[in-house]
Nanobody, 124 residues
Framework: QVQVVESGGGSVQTGESLRLSCTTS????????MAWFRQAEGKEREGVAY????????GVDVSVKDRFTISRDSRTNTMYLQMNLLKPEDTGVYYC?????????????????WGQGTQVTVSS
């Protein structure tokens, strides 16, 4: 049984940091492309960052460039999102996704497995 579990969310002030974790089990971690998505209240879910199977290719959305960093650790089957200089517009539920599908990284059908999400709230 595949499990994808996010953790690390919380409520912070503008300019503070959080580190999200996505722990997986039941899947071959090194075969899956991974990504973080987020959904603000009343808005569509959007891509935040991606990382390929080896970690050699990774990237972030322009809205979080120079503030967020994605990484993965094959020893623990865990993906991370380091979020610095948080802003109120970063508020939302953050989802971890894993998949082997084709398409650009923001194409949500690319991902087979999704976590339940973790809430991030940034207040001014």
């Amino acid at each position: 049984q595949v499990q994808v579990v996010e953790s690390g969310g919380g409520s912070v002030q503008t300019g503070e940091s959080l580190r999200l974790s996505c722990t997986t089990s039941g899947l071959t971690f090194n075969e899956h492309y991974m990504a973080w998505f987020r959904q603000a209240e009343g808005k569509e879910r959007e891509g935040v960052a991606y990382i390929d199977q080896t970690g050699g290719q990774r990237g972030v959305d322009v809205s979080v460039k120079d503030r967020f960093t994605i990484s993965r650790d094959s020893r623990t089957n865990t993906m991370y999102l380091q979020m610095n200089l948080l802003k109120p517009e970063d508020t939302g539920v953050y989802y971890c996704a894993a998949g082997k599908g084709s398409g650009i990284w923001t194409y949500q059908q690319k991902y087979t497995y999704w976590g339940q999400g973790t809430q991030v709230t940034v207040s001014s």
